[in-house]
């Protein structure tokens, strides 16, 4: 039972465009979510988190919006670097604290 | 300051072998969680500890597999007479204190091949 679902494996931008990576949950009881990055031969290094009682929270390139009517969560990086090529991991937390993570999406970023 | 740490990064262990994967949190957090992340899928919970009590451990998936913190700083997840399906990265994470909705701050992992 997949709770956390990134539908997109992979994602081609190019550089100086906006990269859009989605992500949609099923469990309701969540009350954050979190995007982390992942290189290669590294663990997950955070990015970014919204409190379900928000819709939006931005962070410099990064901007995180939620739409819980739709369960929907969507990663937006303006503008897309060359160094943001990364794999993308959506996760969400409820009481307790532990993550559920979907199943990640590449961003390739094209220079 | 010094992020988490985790040791060995690599580990070949023939089946039936017991592994031990040690993790050195961020100093002065309180909570750490292990994660197992097998090839092209999300990490997994598998237990947390908040200082040295383990108060979830629902996602260790047999008997076999074992974790403590018994000084509520450095951790070890233990996995007895291991299997192939056991073949993963090993995750720790950090958090300062465990309050809802905080960040948790993860180390390289542990790349673990059973043969």
């Known amino acids: 039972d997949q709770q956390v679902k990134q539908n997109s494996p992979s994602l081609s931008v190019q550089e100086g465009r906006i990269s859009i990576l989605n992500c949609d949950y099923t469990?309701?009881?969540?009350?954050?979510f979190l995007w982390y990055k992942k290189y290669p031969a590294e663990g997950p290094t955070f990015l970014i988190s919204i409190s379900s009682i928000k819709d939006k929270n931005e962070d410099g390139r990064f901007t995180v919006f939620l739409n819980k009517s739709a369960k929907h969560l969507s990663l937006h990086i303006v503008p897309s670097q060359p160094g943001d090529s990364a794999v993308y991991f959506c996760?969400?937390?409820?009481?307790?604290?532990?993550?559920?993570f979907g199943a990640g999406t590449i961003l390739r970023v094209k220079s | 300051g010094a992020g988490v740490s985790q040791s060995p990064r690599y580990k070949v262990a023939k089946r039936g072998q017991d592994v031990a994967l040690r993790c050195d949190p961020i100093s002065g957090h309180v909570s750490l969680f292990w994660y197992q992340q097998a090839l092209g899928q999300g990490p997994e919970f598998l237990t947390y500890f908040q200082n040295e009590a383990q108060l979830d451990k629902s996602g260790l998936p047999s008997d076999r597999f074992f974790a403590e913190r018994p000084e509520g700083s450095v951790s070890t997840l233990k996995i007895q007479r291991t299997q192939q399906e056991d073949s993963a990265v090993y995750l720790c994470a950090s958090s300062p204190s465990g309050r809802a909705g905080e960040t948790q701050y993860f180390g390289p992992g542990t790349r673990l091949l059973v043969l």
């Open positions: 996760a969400a937390m409820k009481y307790g604290n532990k993550l559920v």
């Open positions: 469990n309701s009881m969540f009350d954050y």
